[in-house]
Protein backbone atom coordinates (compact mmCIF):
# COMPACT_ATOMS: atom_id res chain seq x y z
CA UNK A 1 0.00 0.00 0.00
CA UNK A 2 0.86 3.59 -0.14
CA UNK A 3 2.43 5.76 2.61
CA UNK A 4 -0.13 7.91 3.50
CA UNK A 5 -0.11 11.86 4.89
CA UNK A 6 -2.12 14.29 5.47
CA UNK A 7 -2.30 17.69 4.08
CA UNK A 8 -1.52 20.66 6.88
CA UNK A 9 -1.57 23.68 4.22
CA UNK A 10 -2.70 24.29 0.57
CA UNK A 11 0.35 26.36 -1.08
CA UNK A 12 -0.72 27.01 -4.24
CA UNK A 13 -2.48 25.38 -7.50
CA UNK A 14 -0.63 24.39 -10.18
CA UNK A 15 -2.42 24.96 -13.60
CA UNK A 16 -0.30 22.77 -15.96
CA UNK A 17 -2.57 20.26 -15.70
CA UNK A 18 -6.18 19.87 -16.73
CA UNK A 19 -7.35 18.80 -13.15
CA UNK A 20 -5.99 21.51 -11.54
CA UNK A 21 -3.51 19.71 -9.18
CA UNK A 22 -1.91 21.71 -6.14
CA UNK A 23 1.14 21.81 -4.11
CA UNK A 24 0.49 21.02 -0.87
CA UNK A 25 2.67 20.39 2.87
CA UNK A 26 1.60 17.85 4.75
CA UNK A 27 2.35 16.72 8.12
CA UNK A 28 5.44 14.40 7.29
CA UNK A 29 7.19 17.74 6.25
CA UNK A 30 7.19 17.31 3.10
CA UNK A 31 5.60 18.80 -0.22
CA UNK A 32 3.70 17.19 -2.79
CA UNK A 33 2.07 17.89 -5.75
CA UNK A 34 -1.53 16.37 -4.97
CA UNK A 35 -4.30 15.33 -7.58
CA UNK A 36 -7.77 15.40 -6.38
CA UNK A 37 -10.78 12.59 -6.66
CA UNK A 38 -13.15 15.57 -6.62
CA UNK A 39 -11.66 17.01 -10.10
CA UNK A 40 -13.46 16.72 -13.29
CA UNK A 41 -11.07 14.32 -14.34
CA UNK A 42 -12.53 11.34 -11.27
CA UNK A 43 -10.82 8.71 -9.54
CA UNK A 44 -9.75 7.09 -12.73
CA UNK A 45 -7.15 9.70 -13.44
CA UNK A 46 -6.05 8.77 -10.11
CA UNK A 47 -6.47 4.75 -10.29
CA UNK A 48 -4.33 5.16 -13.56
CA UNK A 49 -1.78 7.36 -11.95
CA UNK A 50 -0.81 4.81 -9.73
CA UNK A 51 -1.26 1.78 -11.33
CA UNK A 52 0.93 2.83 -14.01
CA UNK A 53 3.60 4.62 -11.82
CA UNK A 54 3.94 1.61 -9.77
CA UNK A 55 4.17 -0.39 -12.76
CA UNK A 56 7.17 2.00 -14.00
CA UNK A 57 8.86 2.02 -10.88
CA UNK A 58 9.04 -2.16 -10.70
CA UNK A 59 10.10 -1.72 -14.03
CA UNK A 60 13.40 0.30 -12.92
CA UNK A 61 12.50 3.45 -14.29
CA UNK A 62 12.27 6.66 -11.72
CA UNK A 63 9.00 7.86 -10.94
CA UNK A 64 8.27 10.47 -7.50
CA UNK A 65 7.46 8.65 -4.81
CA UNK A 66 3.57 8.25 -4.64
CA UNK A 67 1.47 8.80 -1.32
CA UNK A 68 -1.85 8.97 -0.23
CA UNK A 69 -2.64 12.70 0.95
CA UNK A 70 -5.88 13.42 4.00
CA UNK A 71 -7.46 16.34 2.98
CA UNK A 72 -9.39 18.14 5.22
CA UNK A 73 -11.87 20.58 2.93
CA UNK A 74 -11.00 23.29 5.50
CA UNK A 75 -7.75 24.17 4.39
CA UNK A 76 -9.95 25.79 1.25
CA UNK A 77 -11.64 28.11 2.89
CA UNK A 78 -8.96 30.68 3.24
CA UNK A 79 -8.02 30.13 -0.51
CA UNK A 80 -8.87 33.29 -2.42
CA UNK A 81 -9.14 31.37 -5.50
CA UNK A 82 -13.07 29.91 -5.82
CA UNK A 83 -11.96 26.99 -8.46
CA UNK A 84 -9.45 26.13 -5.53
CA UNK A 85 -11.93 26.34 -2.69
CA UNK A 86 -14.52 24.30 -4.60
CA UNK A 87 -12.27 21.58 -5.58
CA UNK A 88 -11.13 21.12 -2.12
CA UNK A 89 -14.68 20.97 -0.69
CA UNK A 90 -15.18 18.10 -3.47
CA UNK A 91 -12.39 16.22 -2.44
CA UNK A 92 -12.20 15.57 0.99
CA UNK A 93 -10.37 12.40 2.69
CA UNK A 94 -7.80 10.95 0.81
CA UNK A 95 -5.96 12.09 -2.34
CA UNK A 96 -3.33 11.44 -4.38
CA UNK A 97 0.19 13.08 -3.53
CA UNK A 98 3.02 12.61 -5.98
CA UNK A 99 6.66 13.87 -4.11
CA UNK A 100 7.50 17.68 -5.01
CA UNK A 101 11.21 17.70 -7.02
CA UNK A 102 12.42 20.54 -5.99
CA UNK A 103 14.46 21.73 -8.83
CA UNK A 104 13.78 19.58 -10.98
CA UNK A 105 13.71 20.81 -15.04
CA UNK A 106 12.00 19.69 -17.68
CA UNK A 107 14.16 16.86 -19.64
CA UNK A 108 14.56 18.22 -23.51
CA UNK A 109 16.39 15.42 -25.22
CA UNK A 110 17.02 17.67 -27.55
CA UNK A 111 19.55 19.32 -24.97
CA UNK A 112 19.79 16.50 -23.22
CA UNK A 113 19.64 13.18 -25.11
CA UNK A 114 19.02 10.57 -22.39
CA UNK A 115 20.52 7.66 -24.77
CA UNK A 116 18.50 4.49 -26.81
CA UNK A 117 18.42 2.19 -23.90
CA UNK A 118 16.30 4.86 -21.89
CA UNK A 119 14.90 6.00 -24.82
CA UNK A 120 13.51 2.51 -25.75
CA UNK A 121 12.55 1.69 -22.21
CA UNK A 122 10.42 4.90 -21.96
CA UNK A 123 8.69 3.96 -25.44
CA UNK A 124 8.29 0.23 -24.56
CA UNK A 125 6.72 1.01 -21.50
CA UNK A 126 3.83 3.55 -22.78
CA UNK A 127 3.09 1.37 -25.06
CA UNK A 128 2.14 -1.21 -22.89
CA UNK A 129 0.47 1.29 -20.79
CA UNK A 130 -1.43 3.21 -23.54
CA UNK A 131 0.48 6.39 -22.56
CA UNK A 132 -1.49 9.20 -24.79
CA UNK A 133 0.36 12.20 -23.02
CA UNK A 134 4.49 12.10 -23.08
CA UNK A 135 4.79 14.09 -26.57
CA UNK A 136 6.89 17.18 -27.89
CA UNK A 137 3.88 19.30 -26.54
CA UNK A 138 4.07 18.21 -22.72
CA UNK A 139 7.20 15.52 -21.97
CA UNK A 140 6.23 14.59 -18.55
CA UNK A 141 9.98 13.47 -18.08
CA UNK A 142 11.64 15.64 -15.04
CA UNK A 143 15.64 15.79 -14.94
CA UNK A 144 16.28 16.02 -11.04
CA UNK A 145 19.59 14.78 -9.43
CA UNK A 146 21.28 14.60 -13.15
CA UNK A 147 18.73 11.56 -13.25
CA UNK A 148 15.58 11.64 -15.30
CA UNK A 149 11.97 10.79 -13.82
CA UNK A 150 8.59 10.05 -15.04
CA UNK A 151 5.65 11.80 -14.16
CA UNK A 152 1.61 12.48 -14.81
CA UNK A 153 0.32 8.94 -15.73
CA UNK A 154 -3.16 9.64 -15.61
CA UNK A 155 -3.82 9.40 -19.42
CA UNK A 156 -2.79 5.95 -18.97
CA UNK A 157 -4.74 2.32 -19.20
CA UNK A 158 -7.64 4.60 -21.30
CA UNK A 159 -9.32 1.29 -21.72
CA UNK A 160 -10.97 1.54 -18.34
CA UNK A 161 -12.81 4.67 -19.19
CA UNK A 162 -15.10 2.43 -21.41
CA UNK A 163 -15.39 -0.81 -19.77
CA UNK A 164 -18.77 -1.66 -17.45
CA UNK A 165 -17.80 -4.75 -16.06
CA UNK A 166 -15.26 -7.37 -16.59
CA UNK A 167 -13.89 -7.70 -20.41
CA UNK A 168 -14.47 -10.39 -22.04
CA UNK A 169 -11.34 -12.63 -24.10
CA UNK A 170 -12.57 -11.31 -26.91
CA UNK A 171 -12.58 -8.04 -26.04
CA UNK A 172 -8.76 -8.25 -24.03
CA UNK A 173 -7.61 -9.76 -27.26
CA UNK A 174 -9.13 -7.05 -29.97
CA UNK A 175 -8.20 -4.18 -27.43
CA UNK A 176 -4.67 -5.98 -26.63
CA UNK A 177 -3.74 -5.61 -30.27
CA UNK A 178 -3.75 -2.49 -31.27
CA UNK A 179 -0.41 -0.59 -32.26
CA UNK A 180 0.25 2.69 -30.03
CA UNK A 181 0.46 6.31 -31.86
CA UNK A 182 4.07 6.67 -31.31
CA UNK A 183 4.23 9.36 -34.34
CA UNK A 184 4.83 12.30 -31.55
CA UNK A 185 6.60 10.42 -28.69
CA UNK A 186 9.13 13.09 -27.66
CA UNK A 187 11.96 10.78 -27.45
CA UNK A 188 11.93 9.64 -31.00
CA UNK A 189 14.46 11.28 -31.94
CA UNK A 190 16.85 9.15 -29.36
CA UNK A 191 17.10 6.58 -31.46
CA UNK A 192 14.78 4.38 -28.42
CA UNK A 193 16.32 0.81 -28.78
CA UNK A 194 12.84 -1.06 -28.25
CA UNK A 195 14.32 -4.73 -28.98
CA UNK A 196 16.82 -4.47 -26.35
CA UNK A 197 13.79 -2.48 -24.18
CA UNK A 198 11.72 -5.37 -24.92
CA UNK A 199 14.25 -8.25 -23.93
CA UNK A 200 15.03 -6.59 -21.24
CA UNK A 201 11.40 -5.34 -19.67
CA UNK A 202 8.66 -8.07 -21.00
CA UNK A 203 10.14 -10.53 -18.52
CA UNK A 204 10.26 -8.34 -15.77
CA UNK A 205 6.38 -7.76 -16.09
CA UNK A 206 5.04 -10.41 -14.10
CA UNK A 207 1.59 -11.51 -12.39
CA UNK A 208 3.59 -10.60 -9.11
CA UNK A 209 4.56 -7.04 -9.97
CA UNK A 210 1.39 -6.22 -11.82
CA UNK A 211 -0.79 -7.53 -8.37
CA UNK A 212 1.58 -5.18 -6.23
CA UNK A 213 0.65 -2.06 -8.62
CA UNK A 214 -2.79 -2.53 -8.61
CA UNK A 215 -3.19 -3.06 -4.71
CA UNK A 216 -1.50 0.04 -4.57
CA UNK A 217 -4.61 1.92 -5.19
CA UNK A 218 -7.02 2.21 -2.41
CA UNK A 219 -10.41 0.34 -2.37
CA UNK A 220 -12.32 3.64 -2.05
CA UNK A 221 -11.19 4.37 -5.96
CA UNK A 222 -12.39 1.22 -6.60
CA UNK A 223 -15.41 0.55 -5.16
CA UNK A 224 -18.41 0.75 -7.00
CA UNK A 225 -17.47 0.56 -10.50
CA UNK A 226 -20.47 -0.11 -12.60
CA UNK A 227 -20.39 -3.79 -13.70
CA UNK A 228 -17.90 -5.11 -11.28
CA UNK A 229 -18.65 -6.41 -7.22
CA UNK A 230 -15.68 -5.78 -5.49
CA UNK A 231 -12.97 -3.73 -5.25
CA UNK A 232 -10.38 -6.83 -6.13
CA UNK A 233 -12.42 -7.60 -9.67
CA UNK A 234 -11.28 -4.29 -10.53
CA UNK A 235 -7.61 -5.10 -9.44
CA UNK A 236 -8.59 -8.47 -11.66
CA UNK A 237 -9.69 -6.71 -14.72
CA UNK A 238 -6.36 -4.15 -14.95
CA UNK A 239 -4.25 -7.36 -14.33
CA UNK A 240 -6.13 -9.12 -17.08
CA UNK A 241 -6.29 -6.25 -19.85
CA UNK A 242 -1.78 -5.48 -19.47
CA UNK A 243 -0.79 -9.32 -19.22
CA UNK A 244 -2.83 -9.57 -22.61
CA UNK A 245 -1.34 -6.54 -23.69
CA UNK A 246 2.33 -7.85 -22.89
CA UNK A 247 1.41 -11.22 -24.45
CA UNK A 248 -0.23 -9.17 -28.19
CA UNK A 249 3.67 -7.39 -28.18
CA UNK A 250 3.93 -9.86 -31.91
CA UNK A 251 1.32 -7.32 -32.63
CA UNK A 252 2.32 -3.94 -31.60
CA UNK A 253 6.53 -4.01 -31.30
CA UNK A 254 6.32 -4.06 -35.01
CA UNK A 255 5.25 -0.80 -35.78
CA UNK A 256 6.92 0.36 -32.65
CA UNK A 257 10.11 -0.41 -34.12
CA UNK A 258 9.37 1.47 -37.24
CA UNK A 259 8.33 4.50 -36.05
CA UNK A 260 11.13 4.24 -33.48
CA UNK A 261 12.97 4.15 -36.85
CA UNK A 262 11.28 6.42 -38.30
CA UNK A 263 11.76 9.17 -35.65
CA UNK A 264 15.51 8.79 -35.45
CA UNK A 265 15.78 9.97 -39.42
CA UNK A 266 13.33 12.70 -38.53
CA UNK A 267 15.23 14.51 -35.25
CA UNK A 268 18.46 16.18 -35.15
CA UNK A 269 20.28 14.67 -31.92
CA UNK A 270 22.78 17.52 -30.37
CA UNK A 271 26.52 16.81 -31.23
CA UNK A 272 27.83 17.05 -27.90
CA UNK A 273 26.58 16.35 -24.13
CA UNK A 274 27.72 17.39 -20.54
CA UNK A 275 30.30 15.14 -19.55
CA UNK A 276 27.47 14.03 -16.34
CA UNK A 277 25.31 12.53 -18.43
CA UNK A 278 28.20 10.23 -19.94
CA UNK A 279 28.40 9.21 -16.21
CA UNK A 280 25.44 8.60 -16.06
CA UNK A 281 25.20 6.68 -19.04
CA UNK A 282 27.84 4.25 -18.23
CA UNK A 283 26.00 3.88 -14.80
CA UNK A 284 22.95 2.26 -15.87
Known sequence: ??????????????????????????????????????AGQGRKVLVAEIVAGELARGLGLAVPELVTVDVDPRLGLAEPDQEVQELLRNSPGRNLGVDFLPGALDLDPLAFDPGPEFAGRVLWFDALVGNVDRSWRNANLLLWHRRPYLIDHGATLTFHHGWSGPPTAEALAQRAARPYDAGDHVLLGCAPDVDAADAELAPRVTPALLAAATAAVPD??????????????????????????????????????????AGAERRTRPAKHPSWLAEWRAAR
Not at 18 to 28: H, N, R, T, V, Y
Not at 227 to 239: H, L, N, S
Not at 246 to 255: G, S, V
Open 220 to 261: AWLDGEPGFDEPDDVRAAYVAALTARLDARAAWLPPLREAAA
Open 1 to 38: MLRGVTAIRYVTPLREGGSLPGLMEADDLGTYVVKFHG
